[in-house]
Every structure is written in C-alpha cells, then in structure tokens.
C-alpha cells in the first residue's frame, strides 16, 4: 500500500471535510482515509494497482476542491 497526503486548500468546517472523505472514498483502490480538518490535510493509503495518487486528486477537483500534494510526509508509528 502507498500513503498519500494532499493539502486541501478550500475545506473551511466539517461538512466539507466528509465531503473530501467521502471522495477518497469513492476511488477504487483505497485502503483507508483520515481527513484532518484542523490542518486541513487528508491522508490515505491505496493500492497502486488498482488506482494512482492522480485518480485521488482528480476526484477531489471533481468535487471542487483543490488539493496539493504534500511532499515528504512521515507517518508516525
């Protein structure tokens, strides 16, 4: 599985932010997905195979909202 993580720019309260879930969500392939509205980052995990870390990002777009990757983001274990 890869770990993705996209800065979602115009996610302003809650609704919102089940929105871009419900996005990444939607994309076949995803493992699992956390929307941080405080930071507004969404984090999730998918399997390369089935799907690439664009098809979360135009689903995204898809929905009106824009969303930048993040560079080097490290998982806390």
Same mark, same amino acid.
């Given at each position: 599985?890869?770990?993705?993580?996209f800065?979602? *720019?115009?996610?302003?309260?809650?609704?919102?932010a089940? *929105?871009?879930?419900?996005?990444?969500?939607? &994309?076949?392939?995803?493992?699992?997905a956390?929307v941080?509205?405080?930071?507004?980052?969404? &984090?999730?995990?998918?399997? *390369?195979?089935?799907?690439?870390?664009?098809?979360?990002?135009?689903?995204?777009v898809?929905?009106?909202?824009?969303?930048?990757?993040?560079?080097n983001?490290? &998982?806390? *274990?």
């Amino acid at each position: 599985m890869e770990t993705g993580v996209f800065f979602v *720019k115009n996610m302003s309260n809650q609704q919102d932010a089940n *929105k871009v879930l419900n996005a990444l969500l939607d &994309v076949w392939g995803i493992g699992r997905a956390e929307v941080h509205l405080e930071n507004h980052q969404a &984090v999730f995990t998918f399997d *390369k195979r089935m799907a690439s870390y664009e098809d979360f990002q135009y689903a995204l777009v898809d929905r009106g909202y824009q969303a930048e990757p993040v560079e080097n983001y490290r &998982v806390e *274990k």
